[in-house]
């Protein structure tokens, strides 16, 4: 109650002080009033009983501030007072201001960065009504992906979701009649916008009433941003018919701004109803219940009342119902809910955010760790001052104010210098688009959680650091201090400082660690064996559909493309691949391989999924494959000719056991065709560069239907620049409307690299963090406890020490602590680094390299940090050092 | 803070608190109750009162409203509260156990020790 009211006073004071000034002064008036009125009744004339009046009260001014300060302004204004000193102290000290505002906003900004990127990956659900109960179903190994005819029974056999919705990604030609160009979109079911509850910004949606069978439902809805991109926010943009792929779809709406679709990177250009997928792919994808890739992701809402377990349940009801009923096509996987948003990656961005966090964590441990013993410093070479405070009468709990101020004041000015820094570093990176020509980004929006978490751990900090020294206040004897001065004593045991930097350098140690391990995997990923040669290929993508090629269309126009490019001087070969090769977004399917003998082709009969990529002769040459026994296609392996196909040598090893019985054997297909095997190819990565080795088979393009989505891959030494824009110019003298995107192997690699790289940078980012903490820990030691015992390390020289003699009394301790913290510290960063394994590439921390990294890393610091320090300790010169004292 | 108002006289606070006891009264009114009630061997300087009245009205033992004096005059009037009666009660018990054993401490005879 009375700190209640106290504070309100506080309050009142500090916003009504004017009012309350006049108030005083009234009250006070009105006192010489009443005396003036009583003297003048004794007969004083009125104005000699007013000034007899001011006389006798005395002075007002004194009789005011006393007023205010019983009134409740004595919190206040000995907070401000506080506050005006430790300002003062700060400026003074400079040098430990700097140090110490910079290293929290090194661990806040760390913190926030951190926090930011989570904030908008993981904690935010996506921005439509009741994001909550909407739930995506991952579905086996292979997450989200779906068969259009499952997603069908799916939707109609469940009785948990109100309604279920499905989307694939749609990446068409889009043309308005002025210049077709490249836009990515999603193709979704009809009731997706009515599932996720969300309005038209303009126009209206399309809805399941829309859909009449395949092709029935011509219609386009733009995405905010594309609306105002590519459309300038023309609201007469409704109705008007665009192509895509050649085809005409009606504009008849716009999504709402907020609403980026429902995977939380990739945010579309359109929306399109799945039904008339047929036309921008040119194939039906929608029709083979086997084809797991029809749908990208189904989702919806969970009815009121229904708990994700008995969701899951029920899927797994309408799952074990088509695998009874569609044994050829259907094996029942685990089923799985996960909220809509980040449902196929949220387990590695989970993974990979939660390690990041801890981290960043870690960091902040650090730098709190390094600004604890940097305040214990500070308040034993302030043990005087205390001292004689308390000697003249403070209260400890005034000096802990004193310095809490101190602290609380550093806290948020490196809270806020981290915020800002945070708050740029995030800007930056939501207007980053990683891949060019992908509409991939991540949706970062700096807001108020961000502020307020990243305010809130830098005032925890400052109060974790700010209590370190309160110990050292309380036990101060003040009699002790002021008779002895200010030399202290020489300890021997390990005090709170040297176990604080311990720690720090062993956190610091460990984050150097995780990002010597973590760039070493990347280098060795960028030049590992792939199974084929990256450097020297550019690959030209087209997508014959664009352009309206289909049927047998299609294998004449890519033999032309062929032909044309390999007349280009410097070309040296000029191989196709369907779809994607090796390692580009979602390159190689999975194909289902039967023994030869096996007639009952169920699911469960399979004898290994390989990836499975379709090729034309000369792709070998063209990406640098070797070949290790038997031969290649030829232009003559063509419908007419027996099946023939090409395995690597792990699908030879495991299946066949060797690579030369391989040779001549046979496997079968789901559709029953008898491949006979011809050859055998060296091992490579085929999805991704953390894969354990895979099995693959590569099967003639000529003897499978065509697909009109392919890769040529052109083998030369010519500048790449030059080069893709000759091929640009003999596709356009081929067909001017067909649009292609040119760029080299080791360009579209990067996608593939893209999390490794996004690890490594953030690993090498927190591994520099980490370095500059131990500096500033260490220096911050080294120099305290070099200035500490001037006095008696100048005895020692003028009594003759030597000079390695002086270095081992001032530096030895320091040393000691960087040895024995980097020791702990890579220990503990080798135990962390399995985690890395995950993410990047062959990262392990047994590699020699990454142990004389680490270690010769931290020897380098520690020298650089206790070089000035060492060399204070050299210079000093006994005498004049004994004569100051 | 606390330590200030320890540093402070206890006993302008219990007059003050006993003087407005009597009845709402303005600072000079106060004063003059005091000297009043104390047969005037009491007197405070009037400069000292007012930190006092402000210190009773923050700890809620006092409380002031504005109005018009015998004398037509605007003053601000101060009364108990709930608070201030029960705290008038025990500091009025503390002082009257405190001056009887000081006066049996100060008029103790030889023989009686």
């Excluded at chain 1, 996004?758 to 080294?782: C, D, N, P, Q």
Aim: include cysteine; hydrophobic fraction near 45%; charge should be positive.
């Amino acid at each position: 109650m009375r700190l209640l009211d106290s504070l309100r006073f506080c309050i009142v004071a500090l916003f009504h002080r004017s009012q309350m000034n006049a108030e005083m002064e009234e009250e006070l008036r009105s006192h010489i009033q009443h005396r003036a009125d009583d003297l003048e009744l004794s007969g004083f004339s009125r104005v000699e009983a007013e000034r007899r009046a001011r006389i006798e009260f005395g002075g007002s001014l004194r009789v005011k501030q006393d007023c205010q300060e019983a009134a409740g302004g004595t919190l206040l204004e000995s907070l401000l007072q506080d506050l005006r000193f430790a300002l003062r102290m700060l400026r003074k000290s400079r040098g430990f201001t700097i140090v110490a505002v910079v290293t929290l906003a090194l661990g806040i900004a760390a913190n926030a960065v951190v926090f930011g990127v989570m904030d908008a990956l993981i904690l935010r659900p996506l921005k439509v009504p009741q994001a909550d109960s909407l739930y995506g179903t991952e579905y086996g190994v292979d997450t989200g992906f779906q068969s259009y005819p499952n997603y069908l029974d799916l939707r109609d056999r469940n009785g948990s979701f109100e309604g279920l919705a499905a989307f694939t990604f749609a990446f068409v030609g889009l043309d308005t009649g002025e210049n077709p160009s490249r836009a990515a979109g999603y193709a979704t079911s009809g009731n997706y916008f009515d599932v996720l509850r969300i309005q038209p910004y303009l126009g209206r949606f399309f809805h399941s009433a829309d859909e009449h069978g395949p092709n029935s439902a011509p219609y386009l809805v733009l995405s905010y941003a594309y609306w105002h991109s590519r459309f300038q926010d023309d609201r007469g943009v409704l109705n008007r018919v665009v192509r895509l792929n050649k085809h005409p779809f009606t504009i008849i709406g716009v999504a709402p701004p907020e609403f980026r679709g429902t995977v939380l990177f990739i945010s579309p250009d359109f929306f399109m109803p799945i039904v008339n997928q047929e036309q921008v792919n040119g194939e039906n994808l929608l029709d083979a219940r086997g084809n797991t890739h029809g749908v990208f992701e189904t989702f919806g809402h969970l009815k009121p009342g229904v708990t994700s377990a008995q969701g899951v349940a029920d899927l797994k009801a309408v799952g074990a119902f088509l695998e009874k009923t569609y044994p050829k096509e259907f094996a029942q996987k685990s089923y799985s809910l996960a909220r809509a948003g980040l449902t196929s990656f949220g387990r590695a961005v989970r993974a990979f955010m939660t390690g990041l966090m801890l981290l960043a964590g870690l960091i902040l441990l650090a730098a709190c760790a390094n600004l604890g013993s940097l305040f214990a410093a500070r308040a034993a070479d302030r043990s005087r001052e205390v001292a004689l405070r308390l000697a003249l009468g403070a209260s400890r709990t005034r000096i802990l104010r004193q310095l809490l101020t101190e602290a609380v004041l550093i806290s948020l000015v490196g809270g806020t210098v981290g915020l800002l820094g945070s708050i740029v570093l995030l800007r930056r990176m939501s207007m980053w688009q990683p891949f060019p020509g992908a509409p991939i980004h991540v949706p970062l929006n700096p807001d108020a959680r961000i502020y307020g978490v990243a305010l809130a751990l830098a005032l925890v900090s400052g109060f974790l650091f700010g209590i370190v020294p309160v110990r050292q206040v309380l036990r101060t004897d003040p009699y002790q201090i002021v008779k002895a001065g200010s030399a202290g004593r020489v300890g021997r045991r390990l005090t709170i400082r040297e176990l604080l930097l311990a720690v720090q350098i062993a956190i610091c140690a460990v984050l150097v660690t995780s990002s010597m391990v973590a760039v070493r995997g990347l280098a060795r990923s960028l030049h590992g064996n792939y199974g084929f040669e990256t450097r020297n290929a550019m690959l030209t993508f087209t997508n014959l559909a664009m352009a309206g090629y289909s049927g047998d269309g299609v294998a004449a126009m890519q033999k032309r493309m062929i032909d044309a490019i390999e007349t280009i001087p410097g070309v040296e070969r000029v191989g196709l691949v369907n779809n994607y090769p090796p390692l580009i977004y979602a390159a190689g399917s999975r194909v289902n391989i039967f023994k030869e003998e096996t007639r009952d082709r169920r699911p469960s009969n399979i004898a290994s999924t390989p990836y499975g990529f379709d090729v034309s002769p000369e792709y070998f040459d063209a990406a640098g494959t070797s070949l290790l026994a038997g031969r290649t296609f030829s232009w003559h392996d063509d419908k007419n000719a027996p099946a023939v196909g090409l395995v690597n040598r792990e699908f030879a090893g495991k299946l066949l056991r060797s690579i030369h019985d391989a040779i001549g054997r046979y496997f079968a297909l789901q559709d029953g065709t008898r491949v006979q095997i011809v050859g055998v190819v060296e091992d490579g990565k085929y999805l991704s560069l953390t894969e354990d080795q895979q099995p693959a088979i590569f099967l003639p393009a000529l003897q499978l239907p065509s697909s009109q989505s392919s890769c040529l891959v052109v083998r030369s030494h010519r500048d790449p620049q030059q080069l893709a824009g000759a091929i640009r110019s003999k596709l356009r003298e081929l067909d001017a409307g067909l649009p292609a995107d040119i760029s080299t192997w080791n360009t579209m690699l990067d996608v593939v690299l893209f999390p490794a790289r996004v690890a490594t940078v953030s690993l090498g980012v927190m591994g520099v963090m980490g370095a500059m903490l131990s500096i500033t820990g260490i220096f911050g030691m080294a120099a305290y406890s070099v200035s500490k015992r001037l006095k008696e390390l100048g005895i020692r020289m003028a009594l003759g020490a030597q000079r390695k003699e002086v270095l081992q009394a001032a530096l030895g301790r320091p040393f000691k602590l960087l040895a024995f913290g980097s020791a702990a510290g890579l220990l503990l960063g080798i135990l962390a680094s399995r985690v890395l394994a995950f993410i990047v590439y062959s990262a392990t921390p047994r590699d020699p390299l990454v142990l004389t990294g680490v270690v010769l890393a931290m020897s380098l610091l520690g020298l650089l940090a206790t070089w000035i320090p060492a060399q204070r300790a050299l210079s000093i010169d006994p005498w004049i050092l004994l004569r100051e004292e | 803070m606390a330590d200030q108002a320890q540093l402070l006289p206890g006993t302008l606070d219990l007059l003050i608190l006993r003087a407005v006891s009597l009845g709402p009264l303005h600072g000079y009114g106060i004063l003059l109750r005091i000297g009043q009630i104390s047969g005037n061997a009491l007197l405070i300087e009037q400069g000292a009162l007012y930190p006092g009245l402000f210190r009773l009205v923050r700890q809620g033992l006092l409380k002031a409203s504005w109005g018009t004096s015998e004398n037509n005059r605007r003053a601000k009037f101060y009364e108990l509260t709930a608070a201030g009666r029960k705290r008038l009660r025990v500091e009025t018990d503390n002082w009257n156990r405190l001056a009887t054993a000081i006066g049996a401490a100060l008029g103790a005879q030889p023989e009686e020790v």
